[in-house]
């Protein structure tokens, strides 16, 4: 990306104030602050057209993928933009959604979109740690033999661990140090995963038999989980036309090769400057409290901003973490950025609450029993904190 | 810090002037309140003391003092809970102006390397005419404070338009707090009157008795000193009772009415050859003051019932001979019972009933005169009575007054009447040495 801003072209401009669409790579000044900022002497007012170029800058790029993977992908166009987030914010996946529904067709796309390399591991019961993050292996080089590591299928950028729960815990765990740290240890010796690193996981929520559900542990690790829906009907007719035609639909890579990881890594930081005022750190903190039952072991103390919801006492045997908080932060200023905002507000950690905070939950029997879902539970916690929007 | 940015600076500022006036408003907010509860509870308990009985004004007392010291309670801490912190005032302004939390953020200020944060400044700055203090908080002065006007308002109609209410103690009061040497006159003066009613009992006759008064008083001089007392008894009308009453109530203790019955006894000793009373134990006072007081009032009316009797055992020290018959003394007891009869005196109710007792009972017992028993409660039955306005009462100064000047004299105000009754009676010379003997701590 280069210093200097850029002011987009004319033709890319629109009159509404939409964001112009621009190579990649390059800076935008809004049309508004062009002339100022081409006038030498009024440069070092510059500062907040630098600011707005940025955050313009960030939602072009981010509707520039999601509308490439569009292409590929018919409809979903909520779980596109809820994997984005994700992406940008630093965090995993979790993809639950029955078989045929596009799960590895998006994450390969969105690869493709991204132009980063990429890495699919079919999870099965026998799939050991080591066929994942790799293994040394006993090379011999000019007639001298030596113990090389050898990288597993982790080592990429995009990594889409398809039915993660068709493997044993053990092979499970192998990706936990590798989700929460960026990093994998083979024979004592830790080997850095090459940022950006982005698993997106699936899970088949039939055909439980034989399969190894996620530990908590493991799920607190994945930002989000989203839900693939089934298509509409309008949406599965053009799915099974396109799929079915000599024209397949490619996604075009929005990033330069040599330069997609930096450019993300870039977007990414921007992420985390956005500003959050004490009062939505609060009511994020209140929403992550209310999800843990008063009744729990380890509830804590103190009171509570929003009242203890009977569901959630009745259902739920453990809340969220504090991840749970972050997920929920991280998140919101990604909206906040695509919504040309540098602060959040309420509304933003609202959009980002069921995805960020749904698979934290530990249901308990009863749960299970009544077929409690626990996107509605988390729906019921938004109701009541509304009142908190003051 | 944002303070520490050019830009910042005036948003902090302009913060603080929000801030400061907003507290400001608050504050004065809660003292009108406060002043306004004061000043509302005074007019309340002035209403309430002019209006009321008063359990009432004590009740009233106390739930004011309570409701004071809640008000000064609760204002405070509603002062406190109020005030406005600098992050209060932000958020507070981000509401009011929509500015969705832009103020707050950019006042905590989390990432102060933010390459974000010039946006923040530049879309407060400029929707810097919706969330300024001018804007927001363009009262200085707190409409609050109308309600002190207002009140104080309240206070003085109160103060002008709530009348006190008449209350039945009112005509009490002169003879209830008479100093003491108004009830020794008085005692003695029911004494008179008393003996006077003895005397007159022989004829029976109201008119015999005003003429016999007048007729003394024209004599003048020492001679005049029962005729002042009955003349002083007349005008006084209720007086007579009051004095009895006060004998009993004031100064009536024991050693009071010992002292008086000791004085009796000598000033009929001394004072025999000047006065008719000192004879038949009594002059003609008495019976002047009943028939003044048939010519003022109806007969049995009751307001003077107790002028005659109050000290009819002072009788005692007369000789034999001088005692009337008695049913003599029946007949004059009778008479002054109150049933409107022909002496037209005035007795009637509990005190009337004394009178028509002890005569009997002295005839029953022989010739000699016995101590009519007096219970000291009698007279209080017939205070009601006494309790009318007393609009037959003239000043001190017309006590010797004779009937025809006291008919022409014009009737006085109202509020003239208490007066009447606080004034110090007239004391014949020989009498008063009687009177500082009764009085005098010894």
């Known amino acids: 990306m280069s210093d200097q801003p850029t002011t987009p072209p004319d033709d890319a401009a629109d009159t509404d104030g939409a964001t112009p669409t621009i190579a990649p790579g390059t800076r935008v000044v809004p049309r508004t602050t062009r002339s100022a900022a081409a006038r030498p002497e009024t440069r070092a007012a510059a500062p907040p057209s630098s600011a707005e170029a940025l955050v313009g800058d960030f939602a072009d790029t981010f509707n520039r993928i999601r509308n490439e993977i569009a292409k590929v992908i018919v409809g979903q166009g909520e779980v596109i933009e809820e994997i984005l987030i994700a992406l940008f914010a630093g965090g995993h996946v979790l993809i639950e959604g029955v078989p045929g529904t596009g799960k590895t067709l998006l994450v390969r796309t969105l690869a493709q979109a991204i132009n980063l390399s990429f890495n699919r591991i079919q999870f099965t019961v026998d799939l050991m740690p080591a066929d994942i993050t790799g293994t040394r292996m006993l090379l011999e080089q000019e007639g001298q033999r030596e113990l090389v590591f050898a990288k597993g299928p982790i080592f990429a950028h995009v990594l889409l661990a398809d039915e993660i729960n068709r493997a044993t815990p053990k092979t499970q765990s192998a990706l936990l140090e590798a989700m929460a740290e960026r990093q994998v240890t083979v024979a004592g010796a830790t080997h850095k995963l090459p940022p950006p690193f982005f698993v997106l996981a699936t899970l088949n929520p039939i055909e439980m038999e034989g399969t190894y559900p996620l530990p908590e542990a493991q799920l607190d690790r994945f930002l989000f989980k989203v839900v693939l829906p089934y298509p509409s009907a309008a949406e599965m007719q053009r799915i099974i036309g396109s799929t079915t035609s000599n024209a397949a639909a490619q996604a075009t890579a929005v990033f330069p090769p040599r330069k997609a990881a930096a450019r993300l890594e870039e977007l990414k930081a921007l992420v985390r400057e956005v500003l959050v005022a004490p009062h939505i750190e609060e009511y994020a903190a209140t929403l992550v409290r209310a999800t843990i039952p008063r009744g729990s072991k380890f509830a804590p103390g103190g009171p509570l901003a929003l009242a203890a919801d009977e569901h959630i006492g009745r259902y739920v045997a453990f809340g969220s973490s504090p991840r749970g908080g972050q997920a929920l932060l991280l998140g919101a200023k990604v909206r906040a950025l695509l919504a040309g905002r540098a602060h959040l507000t309420y509304e933003d950690v609202d959009r980002v609450a069921v995805s960020a905070l749904n698979h934290r939950l530990v249901l308990n029997f009863a749960a299970r029993a009544d077929d409690i879902d626990p996107r509605a539970l988390i729906q019921r916690l938004l109701d009541a904190a509304k009142r908190l929007h003051r | 810090m944002m303070a520490g940015s050019g830009e910042g600076v005036d948003v902090h500022a302009e913060l603080h002037v929000l801030r400061r006036r907003l507290n400001g408003l608050r504050a004065q907010q809660s003292v009108a309140l406060a002043l306004t509860g004061?000043?509302?509870?005074?007019?309340?308990?002035?209403?309430?003391?002019?209006?009321?009985?008063?359990?009432?004004?004590?009740?009233?007392?106390?739930?004011?003092?309570?409701?004071?010291?809640?008000?000064?309670?609760?204002?405070?801490?509603?002062?406190?809970?109020?005030?406005?912190?600098?992050?209060?005032?932000?958020?507070?302004?981000?509401?009011?102006?929509g500015l969705d939390g832009r103020l707050s953020t950019l006042l905590a200020d989390p990432v102060p390397t933010s390459r974000l944060r010039p946006i923040l400044i530049e879309q407060v700055r400029l929707a810097r005419p919706r969330w300024q203090a001018e804007t927001l908080a363009p009262r200085r002065v707190a409409p609050a404070l109308l309600l002190i006007p207002a009140s104080l308002t309240v206070f003085s109609i109160a103060a002008f338009l709530v009348r006190p209410a008449a209350r039945a103690t009112h005509a009490l009061q002169p003879w209830q707090s008479r100093p003491p040497t108004l009830g020794g006159g008085a005692d003695r003066e029911s004494r008179i009157a008393l003996a006077s009613a003895d005397t007159d009992g022989g004829d029976g006759s109201s008119e015999k008795a005003l003429t016999t008064a007048t007729a003394q008083h024209g004599k003048g001089g020492a001679q005049g000193d029962g005729d002042r007392d009955g003349g002083r008894l007349d005008q006084q009308g209720d007086a007579a009772g009051d004095a009895a009453g006060a004998a009993h109530d004031a100064s009536g203790s024991d050693r009071l009415r010992e002292a008086i019955r000791q004085a009796m006894g000598a000033?009929?000793?001394?004072?025999?050859?000047?006065?008719?009373?000192?004879?038949?134990?009594?002059?003609?006072?008495?019976?002047?003051?009943?028939?003044?007081?048939?010519?003022?009032?109806?007969?049995?009316?009751?307001?003077?019932?107790?002028?005659?009797?109050?000290?009819?055992?002072?009788?005692?020290?007369?000789?034999?001979?001088?005692?009337?018959?008695?049913?003599?003394?029946?007949?004059?007891?009778?008479?002054?019972?109150?049933?409107?009869?022909?002496?037209?005196?005035?007795?009637?109710?509990?005190?009337?009933?004394?009178?028509?007792?002890?005569?009997?009972?002295?005839?029953?017992?022989?010739?000699?005169?016995?101590?009519?028993?007096?219970?000291?409660?009698?007279?209080?039955?017939?205070?009601?009575?006494?309790?009318?306005?007393?609009?037959?009462?003239?000043?001190?100064?017309?006590?010797?007054?004779?009937?025809?000047?006291?008919?022409?004299?014009?009737?006085?105000?109202?509020?003239?009447?208490?007066?009447?009754?606080?004034?110090?009676?007239?004391?014949?010379?020989?009498?008063?040495?009687?009177?500082?003997?009764?009085?005098?701590?010894?």
């Open chain 2, 38 to 97: 004061i000043t509302l509870c005074a007019a309340l308990l002035m209403a309430v003391a002019l209006r009321a009985a008063p359990i009432w004004f004590a009740i009233a007392s106390w739930g004011g003092v309570l409701l004071l010291l809640g008000l000064l309670a609760y204002l405070p801490w509603r002062a406190y809970r109020a005030w406005l912190s600098l992050d209060d005032t932000a958020h507070l302004a981000d509401r009011q102006s």
């Open chain 2, 267 to 442: 000033d009929s000793e001394g004072a025999a050859p000047h006065d008719a009373r000192g004879k038949r134990q009594g002059g003609t006072g008495g019976d002047s003051a009943a028939a003044q007081n048939q010519q003022d009032q109806p007969p049995g009316s009751g307001s003077n019932p107790d002028a005659p009797g109050t000290h009819t055992a002072d009788a005692k020290p007369n000789t034999a001979a001088s005692q009337p018959h008695p049913d003599e003394l029946a007949k004059v007891a009778d008479a002054r019972s109150g049933d409107g009869g022909t002496k037209g005196a005035g007795l009637g109710g509990a005190a009337g009933n004394l009178f028509t007792e002890a005569p009997r009972a002295a005839a029953a017992g022989g010739a000699e005169a016995k101590p009519m028993p007096i219970k000291l409660g009698a007279f209080a039955a017939a205070a009601p009575q006494r309790a009318e306005p007393q609009r037959r009462n003239g000043p001190v100064s017309q006590v010797a007054m004779t009937s025809a000047g006291r008919a022409a004299a014009p009737d006085l105000a109202l509020a003239q009447a208490p007066d009447a009754a606080l004034q110090k009676l007239d004391l014949a010379p020989e009498h008063e040495s009687i009177v500082r003997r009764i009085f005098t701590r010894e």
